[in-house]
């Protein structure tokens, strides 16, 4: 029985070689257009290509592909892929830079995306609190015995002066005329409208969230799972950090502090927000908060490597923390 011979597939800007012992044996051209061309590179090798090499076994080969490299502007003219030189350097610098943009593309993930929707989020958060405590200042001057609530302006919104509202019986505040009042309706809507964009981006923050990490989202608030990732920078990021450091992100300044002898060492930081975490009792928060960690990272690495979805983190996390709640009774 004869040895099997051994070959290398090498891709190149201008198409797939098959090469055994330093001798082309087969090879298939892209496309002439720099843009089909990458398109081409970036896919893999087709099957009908891996077919016509059935006599060979496939390896990787360096000294075949700088064999390859140093034949391939001989290759592209021999070929027929370009008339000659000058034709050929301005298919190549077209390529390496359509290449370049698609590679550049590509390490910009959907994580990046959402967390910039996040931060966002959180912008839009703290003008709607400003500008709430900045109306609630102004219109008590007027009312100075309404209430602080969530969505008072809807209140001044809907009545405007204070002689409107549905419980007003007296006030020491200073009188208003209409145009007062209606700069009041006027501001209260700016802080509804903006409410309402807050929400409709908070929906898409947790959908967006929910389907890139499935799994970790599973264990914990969305939204708090977006903290996460925003604070990791990525959800590759993220996958990477061992369950000691997801147990206390968020609470790098008291962790530098300890570092630094001036605080004791923190126990957790935003994973304290976790239902788990606050749930438990105490003395046992610290234990909760490991065995949430030890379950996220697990849960971002499957979302992160494979995609899939895995029902049984919720409850394998659950199960684990009514146990241990179970024998500290």
């Not at 001036?262 to 749930?279: D, L």
């Amino acid at each position: 029985m004869m040895d099997e011979k051994k070959i290398a597939v090498i891709k190149m800007p201008i198409g797939v070689f098959a090469v055994s012992e330093k001798e082309l044996v087969y090879y298939e051209l892209f496309d002439k257009k720099a843009e089909n061309a990458v398109k081409s590179f970036r896919e893999n090798v087709s099957d009908d290509f891996i077919a016509r090499l059935k006599d060979y076994r496939v390896f990787q080969n360096h000294e075949a592909e700088q064999f390859i490299r140093d034949r391939i502007r001989q290759y592209a003219i021999s070929l027929g892929f370009a008339t000659n030189d000058v034709e050929f350097n301005k298919f190549i610098t077209k390529f390496a830079f359509l290449l370049s943009k698609e590679s550049l593309k590509g390490s910009i993930g959907r994580d990046k995306l959402i967390i910039q929707a996040s931060n966002a989020l959180e912008d839009l958060n703290t003008i709607i609190n400003v500008l709430t405590e900045r109306l609630y200042e102004w219109y008590s001057l007027h009312y100075p015995e309404i209430k602080y609530k969530k969505g008072f302006n809807k209140d001044i919104l809907n009545f405007g002066s204070r002689e409107k509202f549905p419980d007003f019986e007296k006030s020491v505040g200073v009188d208003i005329n209409e145009e007062d009042e209606n700069a009041f309706r006027s501001y209260s809507n700016i802080i509804k409208n903006l409410t309402e964009e807050k929400n409709n981006l908070e929906k898409y923050v947790k959908s967006s969230v929910k389907s890139i990490a499935p799994n970790f989202s599973s264990l914990i608030d969305p939204l708090l799972a977006m903290k996460f990732l925003c604070l990791a920078g990525s959800l590759e990021k993220l996958a990477r950090m061992p369950a000691s450091t997801i147990q206390l992100l968020g609470a790098e300044k008291a962790l530098f502090r300890h570092l630094h002898k001036k605080g004791k060492s923190p126990k957790y930081g935003i994973i304290y927000n976790s239902s788990y975490v606050q749930n438990a009792p105490d003395s046992l928060k610290g234990k909760v908060s490991r065995i949430v960690a030890s379950k996220l990272m697990l849960a971002c690495r499957v979302d992160f490597y494979s995609g899939r979805h895995e029902p049984k983190f919720k409850k394998d996390l659950e199960d684990e923390v009514n146990a241990l709640m179970a024998h500290n009774r």
